[in-house]
């Protein structure tokens, strides 16, 4: 089971920015660098969907919703990725998830946009 820490949510205004930190403390660096990474989140009541990915090359993949405003980026060497979120909205209100690969969750992190 992949370890994964999350960290850099809570509560910003609408049209405010945070960003999301995911680190993969035990993993091997070369591990790491060859897996998808991604962002996912889940509001209330409703199913986990995708936000972000990047590949081991830096490709990006984005939700309609979030694009232009989110911005996923990974730094291999320190075994880490990120989203940046600019002008938040209400409806980004979820617990966000860092994802390794198929199967390796983080804890969640809560991100609350205040309308």
């Known amino acids: 089971q992949v370890y994964l820490v999350e960290s850099g949510g809570g509560l910003v205004q609408d049209g405010g920015s945070l960003r999301l930190t995911c680190t993969a403390p035990?993993?091997?660096?070369?591990?790491?660098?060859?897996?998808?990474m991604g962002w996912y989140r889940q509001a209330a009541g409703k199913e986990r969907e995708l936000v972000a990915t990047?590949?081991?090359?830096?490709?990006?993949n984005y939700v309609d919703s979030v694009k232009g405003r989110f911005t996923i980026s990974r730094d291999n060497a320190r075994k880490r990725i990120y989203l940046q979120m600019n002008n938040l909205k209400p409806e980004d209100t979820a617990v966000y998830y860092c994802?390794?690969?198929?199967?390796?969750w983080g804890q969640g992190n809560q991100v609350t946009v205040s309308g």
């Open positions: 990047v590949t081991a090359r830096g490709s990006t």
């Open positions: 994802k390794m690969g198929e199967h390796n």
């Open positions: 035990r993993t091997i660096t070369s591990v790491f660098n060859a897996n998808v």
